[in-house]
Structure formats: structure tokens, C-alpha cells
T-cell receptor, first 111, second 112 residues
Framework: AQRVTQPEKLLSVFKGAPVELKCNYS??????LFWYVQYSRQRLQLLLR??SRESIKGFTADLNKGETSFHLKKPFAQEEDSAMYYC?????????????FGRGTQLTVWP | EAGVTQSPTHLIKTRGQQATLRCSPI?????VYWYQQALGLGLQFLLW???????NRGNFPPRFSGRQFPNYSSELNVNALELEDSALYLC???????????FGPGTRLTVL
């Protein structure tokens, strides 16, 4: 069964420190993974997807199939990165179209 | 470009009543998704509509239903409301193909 796990509910770092938000998944086959972000009083929005292999706002995420992980990383956190981050997996086959979300990690970056 | 819109913003009902939530997708988007975000839980997939038809359904009882209209807007109906239905309901829309889902601001449903 498809499942996404974000083990940290809360994560706090100081400005300029590296940050890593963890995401592990369970999926039989080739997964399609995403990171979504929700800033305070804003709607949920896509941050990045693994197939794009891009860096958005300094964030990167690498799919590690061996460890079934898709951790989100940024070398130098900024205060404006404070937000709720969700890892998501897109289903295929009978679950085509739906996104499976983790429970989210609330990141706080202190000045 | 206008984003996904949802109405109402807040909805308060009592147990046993019915709730109707509405979603207008981004112009040109034909798929609409509904998700439930209950307190302490992540977003859980409810329903997916595409071109007016239900394409996929999450693990929710039949009292959760919906439809998609010819203009691609969508309605989510929840019958026989229970206290645990209190949640934020998010709608998302997507254009064809493997494009991203764009989310609306949500409707906060409170069941008393």
C-alpha cells in the first residue's frame, strides 16, 4: 500500500543553518514524489517534484529508492522558509491521480 | 490567472445534517480533487472528478459524494454529518496530463 511518512512533526533551526525535512515512502513500483509547502495564511502550493530534479528557493530533494526516502534539504535556512511542509506521492494504477500526503512537518527558522 | 476558489469559507452544521461544499477550478482545468484534512491528520484523498465523471474514490463512506458540472466546477456533499467530519476540506484542480494539482483555500466544516 502507498504510504508517506514524515517522522518529524516540528523542526526548528536557526537562520543560516542547514535544514533537512525527512520523508519516507512505501510504494511498489516507480514512485512520483512531491514536496508541497503551506506558508502562514496561504494555500498549499507545490514546491518541487522529483522528476524535475530542480532547486526551488534553494531547496533540493533527491529520491533514494534504496532507502525509500525523499528528504528535502536546504544548506542555509532563511526566516521566510518557516512554513508547513508536506511530502506527497502520486498514485498509479487503481489509485491513479490521487496524492498520498504525509502528516507534514512544521519548520520554524529562528533569527 | 485566478486560482481555485472554494465556498463557503466556513460552514457550521449539526450532527445528522447535510453539508454542501463548492469548488471552482482554474480556467482550463478539467480535473477536480477533494481532500479532507482533519485535525492531527494529513490530507486524505476523498474524490477525483475528470470531465464530469468520478474517476477515483478514497476510503470514505458513501455518505461522502459529489459531482462535477459541465463547467468543471464541483460539489462535495456530506450526508448524515458526524462529529468526526469536522475538518478542512481542500479542493484542487489540474489540467490534463501529469500536471501539478493547484489547491484552493479550503472550506472549514464544523459539526456540532
Amino acid at each position: 500500500a502507498q504510504r508517506v511518512t514524515q517522522p518529524e512533526k516540528l523542526l526548528s533551526v536557526f537562520k543560516g543553518a542547514p535544514v533537512e525535512l525527512k520523508c519516507n515512502y512505501s510504494y511498489s513500483g516507480s514512485p512520483e514524489l512531491f514536496w508541497y509547502v503551506q506558508y502562514s495564511r496561504q494555500r498549499l502550493q507545490l514546491l518541487l517534484r522529483h522528476i524535475s530534479r530542480e532547486s526551488i528557493k534553494g531547496f533540493t530533494a533527491d529520491l533514494n529508492k534504496g532507502e525509500t526516502s525523499f528528504h528535502l534539504k536546504k544548506p542555509f535556512a532563511q526566516e521566510e522558509d518557516s512554513a508547513m511542509y508536506y511530502c506527497a506521492l502520486r498514485g498509479r494504477g487503481s489509485t491513479l491521480g490521487r496524492l498520498y500526503f504525509g502528516r507534514g512537518t512544521q519548520l520554524t527558522v529562528w533569527p | 490567472e485566478a486560482g481555485v476558489t472554494q465556498s463557503p469559507t466556513h460552514l457550521i452544521k449539526t450532527r445528522g445534517q447535510q453539508a454542501t461544499l463548492r469548488c471552482s477550478p482554474i480556467s482550463g482545468h478539467t480535473s477536480v480533487y477533494w481532500y479532507q484534512q482533519a485535525l492531527g491528520l494529513g490530507l486524505q484523498f476523498l474524490l477525483w472528478y475528470d470531465e464530469g465523471e468520478e474517476r477515483n474514490r478514497g476510503n470514505f463512506p458513501p455518505r461522502f459524494s459529489g459531482r462535477q458540472f459541465p463547467n468543471y466546477s464541483s460539489e462535495l456533499n456530506v450526508n448524515a454529518l458526524e462529529l468526526e467530519d469536522s475538518a478542512l476540506y481542500l479542493c484542487a484542480s489540474r489540467a490534463g496530463g501529469y500536471n501539478e494539482q493547484f489547491f484552493g483555500p479550503g472550506t472549514r466544516l464544523t459539526v456540532l
